[in-house]
């Protein structure tokens, strides 16, 4: 025997003596591994639920992807997995994070849920939390997420590291979906919960169209009067189910209200005709030819909630060169002869609008109704700035609204649309405010204090887009936007025009929620509103600046840093403020559109 060996030698002969032990820490070992499936997200959002979030490929932390998501007012932007774990087992959760208010946890341990964030991280931080399984937990969810209203944030290399618990069964098919609402371009589906399901796939025509956590979807981008068939699985952490069975929805015919005769591509412009400024006053019949939609600015309320809407035009005092009435009614007459639309515009920056009640609703019916056929207009143009269109703290789906200057103002277009029948033009001009911000924004939001005029005009713009001749948000005085990049983009060049006219062509989920998206609009439906120039209002940009617009949007060529969805050729055109305003400064956005569509 030698009486010079090691004592940690000795040691560990004598725990290699106790039997089993070796087999038993041997085991513990194998059976630790990462559980997350595509933690670093090389395999796009593969394996995980993120209803607002993006593979990115930089910044990325290892590999060539990594995950970006973008909070809004009342979304947090999660991004969550469902893993199979073991009962009374120890777990690690660990990933790489940047941005601000970036959070990571598992929730279901069935012991205490943990969490662990970082206020701020400019580059990469890894954050770990460790939690217990409880004695009958089988299934965990782990998550990452933002905060609400904050920006951008990036995730890569998550891992669940622990014993791996048995996958189970995939759920069962779901019952066929019903059919929804239906129009031109998209079909609203819903179906019943199925037991263990954590996501579902909606599948258009045999092949996959999209993934939701709940149990509606709307899927756009379908052509008009054409049949398309629909399935749905339910997916969890153990695979795919069945197919449900398939159901038919045939969508509706392309109608938008009254544009059938309007040229392929338009030139929309105010005409100040009922006040003087720095633009000067032009009359009606000196309006270039190249002007196809005439909107004389502005019909106004007799008090903010009479709905008495009355159209006086510029008294000679302020308008010495103004035109009497016989010539003005005597160039709609020629205007429209030559195949020009000439429209009463309601509202502007001082007119405000607000339908509180029915009787205002009948009110503004009538008094529109007298302005049209006195001056035998083509149709309308609403154009609720300000505090015309808010949201109550209880409406909170654009689809079905219930406050009342909404409901009023859909009630009331709706009786004029009937009433004037298929060639009534009816046209829209509202902010980005109350349009594309609702991506991020919806009224008083989930938590309340949110502004609530915050995308307030979706609901009119739904419940009309078949009514709807043109959409021709107005591009300008805006404030920052976030496109469907998750980024947020400025006015001042042609990247704000394409990131606001690409979310009006696609689509996208109201404050966020992927249960409400708002479906897109055809693009003979969409002008893009410009000012005229410097003069006009905020955010103009340069002809240079117009035609990298166009090319982008109608031939995705010359984009620069954003992106769009698709290509539209059949776009409809051109707004701006205004046509005095264009004269003014020498007819430089009339020659703009004239040169590029001719």
Same mark, same amino acid.
């Given at each position: ?5 090691? %004592? ?46 993006? $593979? ?24 969550? =997995?469902?893993?199979?774990? =073991? ?24 012991? $205490? ?45 998550? $891992? ?65 009067? +054409? ?8 997916? !969890? ?12 929805? +045939? ?73 009497? *009435? ?22 502007? =920056? ?41 949201? !109550? ?9 219930? +406050?009342?200057?909404?409901? !009023? ?27 594309? !911000? ?12 949110? *502004? ?13 887009? *078949?009514?709807?001749?043109? %959409? ?51 693009? *003979? ?28 949007? +109608? ?44």
């Amino acid at each position: 025997m030698d009486r010079t060996r090691p %004592l940690a030698a000795l040691i560990t002969a004598a725990v290699l003596a106790v039997p089993g032990i070796t087999a038993l820490s041997s085991a513990a070992r194998a059976a630790d591994a990462n559980l997350a499936v595509n933690g670093g997200f090389e395999s796009g959002l593969d394996g995980w639920t993120c209803p607002t979030g993006q $593979t990115i490929t930089s910044p990325v932390h290892s590999g060539s992807h990594a995950l970006q998501a973008t909070p809004a007012g009342n979304d947090n932007a999660q991004c969550a =997995q469902t893993v199979a774990v =073991q009962p009374n087992a120890q777990y690690t959760l660990t990933g790489y994070v940047r941005g601000s208010y970036v959070y990571l946890g598992a929730s279901g341990t069935g012991t $205490t849920d943990v969490s662990t964030w970082t206020q701020s991280a400019p580059d990469w931080q890894q954050l770990t939390t460790t939690f217990r399984t409880g004695a009958a937990t089988t299934a965990v969810t782990i998550y990452t997420h933002g905060w609400y209203g904050t920006g951008a944030y990036q995730a890569d290399d998550l $891992t669940l590291t622990g014993p791996g618990g048995t996958t189970g069964q995939p759920p069962a098919a779901p019952a066929a979906p019903a059919i929804g609402t239906v129009t031109s371009t998209t079909v609203t589906l819903s179906w019943p919960a199925v037991p263990g399901a954590t996501g579902y796939a909606v599948y258009r025509d045999g092949t996959k169209d999209r993934a939701v956590t709940g149990t509606t979807a709307t899927v756009t981008g379908l052509a008009p009067s +054409t049949p398309y068939s629909f399935q749905v699985t339910a997916v !969890n952490s153990a695979g795919e189910s069945a197919k449900s069975a398939a159901v038919t929805a +045939t969508t509706g015919a392309t109608t938008g209200g009254g544009s059938g005769d309007l040229p392929a591509h338009a030139l929309v412009g105010y005409l100040h005709a009922s006040f003087a400024n720095g633009a000067g006053y032009t009359r009606l019949a000196d309006v270039p030819d190249s002007w196809d939609v005439i909107d004389l600015a502005f019909g106004e309320p007799t008090s903010v909630t009479s709905g008495d809407i009355r159209f006086t035009r510029c008294p000679l005092t302020e308008c010495p060169n103004a035109e009497s *009435d016989a010539d003005f009614k005597a160039a709609i007459k020629a205007k429209q002869a030559a195949g020009k639309k000439v429209l009463i515009s309601i509202g502007g =920056q001082n007119g405000q609008v607000q339908l509180t009640t029915t009787a205002a609703r009948d009110t503004f019916v009538a008094s529109v109704s007298e302005i049209i056929d006195e001056y035998g207009l083509d149709g309308l143009d609403v154009d609720f700035e300000g505090h015309s269109l808010s949201l !109550n703290a209880d409406d909170t789906d654009f689809r079905n609204p219930r +406050t009342p200057v909404i409901v !009023n103002l859909i009630s009331a277009l709706k009786t004029l649309k009937a009433k004037y029948g298929a060639t009534f033009v009816l046209t829209m001009a509202p902010e980005t405010f109350f349009v594309q !911000n609702g991506y991020q924004y919806y009224g008083t939001g989930k938590w309340g204090g949110q *502004d609530p005029r915050c995308g307030a005009y979706l609901p009119v713009i739904h419940a009309l887009r *078949d009514d709807l001749t043109l %959409l021709h948000v107005q591009d300008y005085n805006s404030g920052p936007i976030m496109g469907l990049d998750n980024q947020y983009h400025s006015m001042g060049g042609a990247d704000f025009h394409i990131a606001m006219t690409d979310m009006l062509l696609t689509g996208f989920p109201v404050a966020g929620d992927p249960a409400r998206v708002f479906p897109p609009l055809r693009p *003979d439906q969409i002008a893009i509103g410009m000012p005229a120039s410097t003069d006009a209002g905020n955010g103009h940009v340069t002809p240079a600046e117009v035609t990298k617009t166009l090319d982008c949007l +109608t031939k995705k060529t010359n984009c620069g840093p954003y992106t769009p969805h698709g290509t539209w050729p059949s776009l409809r055109g051109l707004m701006t403020w205004s046509v005095n305003w264009d004269r003014y400064g020498g007819g430089e956005f009339q020659r703009t559109f004239d040169g590029y569509f001719g």
